[in-house]
């Protein structure tokens, strides 16, 4: 199983990133899928989810600005985030969740004010 997430990097504060997160060896659309991040010092935390069923769900700091989507025919996860803050400077995680649970490798976002 692999989940190999892209399109971090480096933008100004109000600017947008667009991640991906390309899964393999599972069976996508049965999957719950998330993002989550981990900024330096701090716990991870979840940051959206796209359910099995089309259900999708955000915190609370970024309710408004990001949005989650999948393609389950190309089995990848998006998160577009828009109005990005310097808070939200983190390493994005994309995770599958069914009866087991995984795990990508992490792409690091960092906004500069």
């Known amino acids: 199983v692999q989940l190999v997430e892209s399109g971090g990097g480096l933008v100004q504060a109000g600017g947008s990133l667009r991640l991906s997160c390309a899964a393999s060896?599972?069976?996508?659309?049965?999957?719950?899928m998330a993002w989550y991040r981990q900024a330096p010092g701090k716990q991870r935390e979840l940051v959206a989810t796209?359910?099995?069923?089309?259900?999708?769900d955000y915190a609370d700091s970024v309710k408004g600005r990001f949005t989650i989507s999948r393609d389950n025919a190309k089995n990848t996860v998006y998160l577009q985030m828009n109005s990005l803050k310097p808070e939200d400077t983190a390493v994005y995680y994309c995770?599958?969740?069914?009866?087991?649970?995984?795990w990508g490798q992490g792409t690091q976002v960092t906004v500069s004010s």
């Open positions: 995770n599958a969740k069914a009866r087991y649970n995984y």
């Open positions: 796209s359910t099995n069923g089309g259900t999708t």
């Open positions: 060896g599972i069976i996508f659309f049965i999957y719950d």
